[in-house]
């Protein structure tokens, strides 16, 4: 059974390790590295997926209460948990939160990141129109592709 739970600092040195290579970092937050102190310093908006008492997934809900929306950010599974439908269970966990804010629930996701696209797709989530995504990808440094639920 899984349960998700705001992030705790003792999560942060746990989550800065599971990416496991720089393009898989890049990937994830658009860092090549992150170190524990970072991960902390974004652990307000955080949630961890608790799964047999150990933490499998992480993510984080960005209100914004000025367009009445939230994005799922930094979604990530623990290596050994991949592949087991944890992703899909974080991200469906992540946007039941989320909706307990706003019904307005997006995420944006690199291009090349194809598994968690195949993930967030399995989870509800479907791409927005092109217009908008090419509203939203102006100034990003990369062309995004948003998803919505």
């Known amino acids: 059974m899984t349960a998700l739970r705001p992030a705790q600092p003792a999560d ?3 989550v800065a390790a599971w990416p496991l290579s720089e393009d898989e970092s890049r990937l994830w937050c658009s860092l090549p590295e992150v170190d524990a102190g ?3 310093e974004w652990s307000d908006a955080g949630f961890g997926l608790i799964d047999g008492g150990e933490l499998v997934g992480y993510g984080e809900l960005w209100i914004d209460h000025d ?3 939230v994005e799922l950010a930094r979604l990530i599974v623990a290596p050994a948990h991949r592949g ?6 974080l991200a469906a966990a992540l946007a ?3 909706s307990t ?5 997006f995420m944006r996701v690199h291009p090349d990141n194809t598994a968690a696209l195949r993930c967030y797709a399995s989870a509800g989530f479907s791409r927005v129109g092109a217009a908008e ?3 939203w990808n102006r100034g990003q440094p990369t062309r995004y592709v948003w998803l919505r639920i």
């Open 12 to 14: 942060a040195a746990i």
């Open 38 to 40: 970072l991960v902390a």
């Open 67 to 69: 367009e009445a929306e």
């Open 84 to 89: 087991r439908g944890i992703g899909r269970r």
């Open 96 to 98: 039941g939160l989320a």
């Open 101 to 105: 804010h706003y019904p307005a629930i």
């Open 133 to 135: 995504a090419d509203e």
